[in-house]
Every structure is written in C-alpha cells, then in structure tokens.
T-cell receptor, first 115, second 111 residues
Framework: GAGVSQSPSNKVTEKGKDVELRCDPISGHTALYWYRQSLGQGLEFLIY????????KSGLPSDRFSAERTGGSVSTLTIQRTQQEDSAVYLC?????????????FGPGTRLTVL | GDSVTQMEGPVTLSEEAFLTINCTYT??????LFWYVQYPGEGLQLLLKATKADDKGSNKGFEATYRKETTSFHLEKGSVQVSDSAVYFCALKNQGGKLIFGQGTELSVKP
C-alpha cells in the first residue's frame, strides 16, 4: 500500500518568507509526527498529533513554527519568517494506533533551503 | 532528559568486514530501542528494534542487543556489503511515544 508522502520534495525560499510543508500519512494511521534533520543537529522531534487529542508541541523550536492536522489525516507544517538556520530536511512519520510501541513509518522528507 | 549517543562517522569499511556502531542511551523508565537506516536518496526505515532488556533485534544480518546494565544497543553485522552503505540512526522511544535519535553514523562500504 501507499506509504507516507510529503510535498514538496525540495523547497528553496528566501529569508523572511513563509513556507508550508505537507504530509499525507498512511491511511488509517492515527498518530502523526514531524521531525527535523539538520546538519550538526541530527534528528529532532518537532510535534506529535494523536487522534483528536491536543498536539504535543514540545519540540517546536520557536513560535514561528506551527502545524495543523485537518480531519485527522493530512498535516501541514508552517514556518513563518524563515531564517537560514531553518534549512533542514523535514520528516513526517505516521503510526497506526494509540499504542506508543507501534512502529513509525517515515516519509521521504522535504528538503528546505533558506537563502 | 532522554538522549542517545552514537559513534561519530563516517565509518569506511571494506566489503565483508565486521561492523560495529556503538550506541548508548540515557532515559527514565524502560524505553524501546531502535536502529533506523537511511539509504542514499531514501527515507528513514526501521532496521530493527528491541523492547526490553536482553532482547536481541535482528534484520538483514544486522543485530543489536538491549543491554540495560550498560545502557547500550550496539549495532553489529558480521560481513558488510556495498549495499549496506547508508546512514544509521540509533533511537529510543520514551513513554510519551516520541523517538529520540542519535546523531547518525554514516557507513561507507568499499568493494
């Protein structure tokens, strides 16, 4: 079946612009995660959605970052007033059930470059 | 807070060499432990996992044993292939379900 998809695959933007990154999780997966993979920082957790519960935003690095998950499916990560340090690969992952032990499946990522 | 430390790369080996990538962790409670692999141009894939102490995860010839006493989860393979060239990430899953990753170790296998 279809895996996690993300769009765009690459995004180049100018400093100060806003960007939106999209994630389509595996159908039926109730949990959705955003991570960031940047040079020198490794992989960092950003935000976690589980069903209709309030999202866990504890990993968002600043208030310029926000995310939504509409209808319990597609998620959009928005970065406002982008900075060069936001350049990274943004990864989305989804998980089937409410049990934290279930495997997370990752999308291919969106490579964001802020000039 | 919870954290994962893994050996720095890049690691360069000849084909059929023995591989060890060290990973140690710090966590409260009893986390599940994972190795993820990222092949060039591809997304992260789960390689293997272990959910409790002394469990051994294995897949594609790779193995790792959950050692609670040394808080380690070292990745090993007896004979690497060129196709194993990738970046390997050690991770723990804490009680909240978040994955905490190590920095990643790049492996390059030469023919």
């Amino acid at each position: 079946g279809a895996g996690v998809s993300q769009s765009p695959s690459n995004k180049v933007t100018e400093k100060g612009k806003d960007v939106e990154l999209r994630c389509d999780p595996i159908s039926g997966h109730t949990a959705l995660y955003w991570y960031r993979q940047s040079l020198g920082q490794g992989l960092e957790f950003l935000i976690y959605f589980q069903g209709n519960s309030a999202p866990d935003k504890s990993g968002l690095p600043s208030d310029r970052f926000s995310a939504e998950r509409t209808g319990g499916s597609v998620s959009t990560l928005t970065i406002q007033r982008t900075q060069q340090e936001d350049s990274a690969v943004y990864l989305c992952a989804s998980r089937e059930s409410g049990r934290p032990t279930e495997e997370q499946f990752f999308g291919p990522g969106t490579r964001l470059t802020v000039l | 807070g919870d954290s994962v430390t893994q050996m720095e790369g890049p690691v360069t080996l000849s084909e059929e060499a023995f591989l060890t990538i060290n990973c140690t962790y710090t966590a409260t409670g009893y986390p599940s432990l994972f190795w993820y692999v990222q092949y060039p141009g591809e997304g992260l894939q789960l390689l293997l996992k272990a959910t409790k102490a002394d469990d051994k995860g294995s897949n594609k010839g790779f193995e790792a044993t959950y050692r609670k006493e040394t808080t380690s989860f070292h990745l090993e393979k007896g004979s690497v292939q060129v196709s194993d060239s990738a970046v390997y990430f050690c991770a723990l899953k804490n009680q909240g379900g978040k994955l905490i990753f190590g920095q990643g170790t790049e492996l390059s296998v030469k023919p």
